[in-house]
């Protein structure tokens, strides 16, 4: 009776640690070996609506974000890497992380595109914008 017990609870253990087991996420090397149509390293899907902080957020960074990070955040190959990536998840770089690497460069760590120089022209109100329209295109496309 004791081996049925032992063994029922290796089961359940294996059982509970195969459902959670984290699924296949993207990562860099994956995503910068695959460029989409244009040269575009993610499929970023929008959201139905953006807010208003989102709105302007979303003119800020067209005006000093999209020439390198393209169109929606969706990055470009061999220029910038997408920020819709899980790499960017709130928990992983928190909305300080992309005030610090707007005012002051960051060196590149998590992709092979070089460091990022400081943004020129952007302030502080600027860059909170360009996180809300950041965020809300990654909540749109499952990373929270």
Not at 35 to 48: Q, R, T
Not at 111 to 123: H, K, L, S, Y
Request: aromatic share 6%; with cysteine; charged share 15%.
């Amino acid at each position: 009776m004791k081996s049925i017990i032992a063994i029922s609870a290796i089961l359940v253990a294996g059982g509970v640690g195969y459902a959670m087991w984290p699924a296949a996420t993207q990562s860099a090397a994956s995503d910068a070996a695959i460029s989409m149509e244009n040269g575009v390293l993610a499929n970023v899907l929008l959201p139905e609506t953006l807010s208003q902080n989102a709105q302007i957020g979303q003119l800020a960074f067209e005006a000093k974000c999209a020439a390198c990070h393209g169109l929606n955040a969706a990055g470009q190959d061999g220029v910038a890497p997408p920020l819709v990536h899980i790499i960017y998840e709130p928990s992983h770089h928190g909305d300080e992380a992309f005030q610090r690497a707007a005012a002051m460069g960051v060196r590149g760590h998590h992709w092979p595109f070089g460091d990022m120089p400081p943004v020129e022209g952007v302030t502080r109100g600027d860059v909170t914008m360009i996180i809300a329209y950041i965020r809300e295109l990654q909540r749109a496309n499952g990373i929270n």
